[in-house]
């Protein structure tokens, strides 16, 4: 039998986790699911954990897979889970945060009804797993928006900081439309979920937004999402989401400049300037970076769009909340060398 929702989830050195993470997707109110877990080269015990869970596990509807993958990281992890999903919809959850039991079951209900792409809801960051912050969702609620796709491109270009623009565990997407457009993961070892939705939000026509806080992301700087070891990687990768970004908002949805895109070419500005930076975090060695990082391209383009957007404390504020999410102080000389060029 077809599953109603497949839920795939790359997992690495993640022992700790996994029981508790199977016991949350155990306990959704929606039944017919299949969980499929992509073990990426984990390097210790994590693959009997699973499969000891596995064995204890006997829930009705619910169906786990293990998957044993090479360390190939987790984009191509989750196209690995892509590829067997049987589900009629696609869920992607990472293991180490926090699911509303109605979180599946509100999903498809939505994605019946309006026969949408996909359905986005809100989410919370935080520092660990809070259930006091999990509203509760009476039967008869109906907090649900659709919105066209240039209603859905206008909403994000002014909302993105806040409703997960290149996240992908506040959506859920109809499986035959992943397969009918042909979106597959990049095999690059971050921004990979951003790349993978930004072509996913080119062939969308009809979305659907549920306004309840539905997951719990918790911030822990050990997890694969924060793992920046390679920074010149990072980098590149980081290249690429901008690029696929700007068209998607350029080419695509044809938005004139607006903070959106100048706080996207930021953040590759700043994590340019980080990489020359490396280790020698003194002044002088900032400042010559940064001297350097003006000549790009990029810096260019950011300056490009802050003289073009009409309203300066839009883009500022767009600018302060990228600063502050990437929580490297020397995002703060662009910043005001930026302001400084528009006086």
Partial sequence: MTPTVSIIT???????????????????????????????????NTIEVVE?????????????????????????????????????????ADADDFMHP???????????????????????????????????IGV???????????????YYVHNSADLGFGYLWNKVFRADKIREWGIKFPAINTE???????????????????????????????????????????????????DKCMWLLTDVWGFPPNALQARVILRLVVATIQLEIGNNSSLLTAARAWSRSRRDNYFQQLLKYLNLVPKMTTTADAIVRGLLRLKLDLGLVVLVNTIGKRK
């Fill in 140 to 154: 008869s609620e109906s907090k649900s928006i659709s919105m066209d796709a240039k209603q859905f491109g206008e």
């Fill in 52 to 92: 000891d869970t596995i064995a204890r596990n006997n829930r009705d509807g619910l169906r786990i897979e293990l998957i044993k993958n090479h360390h190939v990281g987790p984009g191509s992890s989750r196209q690995t889970g892509l590829e067997v999903a049987k589900g009629k919809y696609i869920y992607f």
């Fill in 10 to 44: 790359p997992i690495y050195n993640a022992s700790g986790l996994v029981k508790q993470f199977i016991a949350m997707i155990s306990h959704q109110r929606l039944r017919d699911i299949e969980l499929i877990m992509i073990d990426d080269g984990s390097s210790d």
């Fill in 102 to 136: 109605e979180l599946l079951s509100l999903c498809v209900q939505s994605l019946d009804r309006s026969m949408a792409d996909f359905v986005y809801f809100n989410y919370r960051n935080v520092e660990k797993y809070d259930p006091s912050t999990f509203e509760t």
């Fill in 192 to 242: 990979e979920d951003a790349v993978f939705l930004f072509d996913l939000y080119a062939h969308s026509r009809r979305i659907e937004f549920l306004d309840y806080y539905l997951y719990q992301y918790v911030n822990n700087s050990a997890s694969i999402t924060h793992s920046r070891r390679d920074l010149q990687r990072f980098a590149d990768n980081l290249r690429i989401r901008c």
